[in-house]
């Protein structure tokens, strides 16, 4: 009933709505949504695009009278709801409502941090002096000193990290600047207000946080509402883990050179965690040789032991070193400590519940994830906390949530649901697979998509994505393509990934190439993305630590097939998600194209085929040509 008084014909939001109407799937879901938040039972609901999720949680989260949380995936969700959604719910139906956005720590300018580098600045970092100009300009407006508002602008991204600090880097409550942080003034706000916006890693980060008896990064909550949950049991998977890396390392000792200078035992102790910090990072790269990811056995472990041995003692001797008179020096002991643990529990997985692996991304590093997520959350959590809604357009491979559910390890008595999409998929949107195609691993497979590309291309008339599984394919193709295109061409790399989508609007009819990770929380309603274009069937890296630990599971403890249960089903997703890409509207019209002859010839094939139903199916490119002349009739 209360659903249908927010959300029905009679609802206050036409009044503020041009060309509002009731939709069937939107009432439905605030019912759910709303009876979830009253019964204390978790809620697991698959909204199709086009359903009007974000009103629809929001609505009876607002009318609940609870303080809620909404954690989003994306930083676009984050400043929909709080920028949109939030007002449109107060003018409407809700007038004394409260929110706040509250983000994660690098998202804020550290006072401290600024008036050291303003004091003693790194002549290395370019542009500096004017960055610094700048910055000081825009604290004398600022009231929130989110750096989100000046990104872009006059801060260069190599000063944002100098300038904002992390949980190792913040003194807290010792900080002599506490009282005019922002930090600080962005979790008061959080407090005061009924809703409360975050994202899933500082979410997840709390709830760490919290588990460990380290305070907190979040007010109290009574509900928890997570939007773009597909994405949550990666987040939960970093957030649970550790890792120690090159990077970490560096940045502690040069915070420690710029922050506690002249103490000459410490400056001895830090000589000593360099040099076993280059020793252990020198074996790990020989250990990962030209691979980017690497598990690592019982045995390799056994052999970086010495080398992890010396670092931690090198770590745990610079703690002691360190004068404890002071806030700085406190916290620079504690990261050393930190660190120590860190490697300590690295080294040490637990068959079945843990892996260890490192990988050369950004510098050597070594990591401990959790194998599964469930038990996690479930004592951080599930344990404290019942009213809780998961929703995204797309959780499900086939018609079942279960797969979720048992992936974030959710109660039994959880409910769920799912509401299809008022879009018409048969009539909006065509996928195309080509019959005859070089298999993957042949070397004239990329030859053979840039060829194709090129001619679906030349249907669309640009204004597609071209997404690759791999950054060998993308710089391969995007070589082959590069000033043979009649449409601006670009690629993921040339600049911030949130510039690349500007430009993809802005300079519209435009080609952009890149990784198919990009996809995740792009909103680009309307023409200028009518097509999707992958090059193969966007199947994990079977030999991935994470991956092959999961697969091996399922293997050992219920006898299934990694590949056809784990495998399969997330690339069918990954698919799915590239398709919703493309309908953002009941008027949007696309092309999803699988370059992965697979997708027809394979057995597991059809599994893909049923999920996209019914999406029409062509191998024929002049059905292709036919389908974009009749988006031009229709436009005429």
Request: glycine share 10%; with cysteine.
């Amino acid at each position: 009933m209360m659903a249908q008084l927010m959300l029905g014909p009679d609802s206050p939001l036409a009044r503020f709505i041009d060309g509002f109407a009731p939709r069937t799937g939107q009432i439905e879901m605030a019912a759910a949504v709303s009876q979830a938040l009253r019964q204390q039972v978790p809620l697991v609901v698959e909204a199709g695009t086009g359903t009007g999720k974000t009103l629809a949680y929001l609505a009876p989260a607002a009318a609940s009278g609870l303080k809620v949380v909404v954690s989003t995936g994306t930083r676009t969700l984050q400043d929909q709801v709080q920028g949109k959604e939030l007002p449109l719910l107060r003018q409407a139906l809700a007038p004394e409502l409260t929110w706040a956005v509250l983000k994660g720590r690098t998202n804020y300018l550290c006072r401290r941090r600024f008036l050291g580098l303003s004091a003693q600045p790194d002549l290395s970092l370019p542009g500096l002096s004017g960055a610094l100009s700048f910055l000081e300009d825009w604290l004398e407006s600022t009231s929130s000193g989110d750096l989100d508002e000046v990104r872009g602008q006059g801060l260069p991204a190599a000063l944002a990290g100098e300038i904002s600090s992390n949980s190792e880097q913040c003194l807290g409550g010792r900080c002599p600047l506490r009282q005019d942080c922002f930090l600080m003034e962005a979790r008061r706000r959080a407090s005061e207000a009924r809703i409360v916006v975050v994202n899933h890693h500082l979410f997840l980060a709390d709830l760490v946080l919290r588990a460990g008896g380290h305070g907190e990064a979040l007010p109290r909550y009574q509900a928890v509402i997570f939007d773009e949950a597909h994405i949550l049991p990666e987040v939960a998977t970093q957030s649970f883990g550790v890792s120690l890396g090159q990077q970490r390392l560096s940045l502690f000792l040069r915070d420690l050179l710029r922050e506690a200078p002249g103490q000459a035992q410490s400056a001895q102790a830090a000589g000593r965690v360099e040099a076993a910090g280059k020793r252990l990072f020198g074996q790990l790269r020989r250990l990962l040789g030209p691979g980017g990811r690497i598990s690592l056995s019982p045995e390799q472990l056994e052999d970086l032991s010495p080398a992890s041995g010396e670092l931690q003692a090198a770590l745990d001797a610079l703690a002691q070193s360190l004068p404890g008179n002071d806030e700085v020096s406190e916290a620079l002991a504690g990261r050393a400590q930190a660190l120590a643990l860190d490697l300590q529990a690295a080294a040490r997985p637990v068959p079945g519940h843990s892996v260890a692996w490192a990988e050369s991304r950004g510098g050597a590093s070594l990591h401990l994830s959790p194998v599964e997520v469930g038990p996690h959350l479930q004592e951080a959590l599930y344990a404290l906390q019942s009213r809780l809604v998961f929703t995204s357009a797309t959780l499900a491979a086939t018609d079942d949530l279960e797969p979720f559910c048992r992936r974030l390890g959710l109660p039994g008595e959880t409910r769920r649901k799912i509401v299809a999409s008022p879009f018409d998929p048969a009539s909006q949107a065509l996928l195309y697979v080509p019959r005859h195609m070089p298999g993957p691993a042949s070397s004239q497979f990329p030859g053979a998509v840039a060829q194709q590309v090129a001619e679906l291309l030349g249907h669309s008339r640009g204004r597609a994505f071209v997404l690759f599984t791999s950054h060998r394919n993308l710089e391969t193709v995007s070589g082959l393509l590069d000033g043979h295109l009649p449409y601006p061409m670009l690629v993921q790399g040339q600049a911030p990934r949130l510039e690349l989508l500007r430009r993809f609007v802005a300079e519209s009819p435009c080609v952009l190439l890149a990784t198919a990770s990009f996809w995740q929380g792009v909103d680009v309603p309307g023409p200028a993305l009518s097509a999707v274009i992958v090059d193969k069937l966007p199947f994990a890296p079977p030999d991935d630590p994470l991956v092959a630990a999961r697969c091996q599971r399922l293997e050992e403890e219920e006898g299934k097939s990694g590949f056809a249960h784990l495998l399969v089903p997330e690339a069918i997703l990954s698919l799915k998600q590239g398709l919703g890409r493309l309908l953002r509207t009941p008027t949007d019209r696309g092309l999803l194209a699988v370059l992965d002859a697979r997708l027809v010839s394979k057995g597991y094939g059809r599994r893909f085929l049923k999920a996209l139903e019914p999406v029409p199916l062509t191998h024929d490119l002049d059905q292709v040509a036919r389908f974009f002349a009749a988006e031009g009739q229709a436009e005429g």
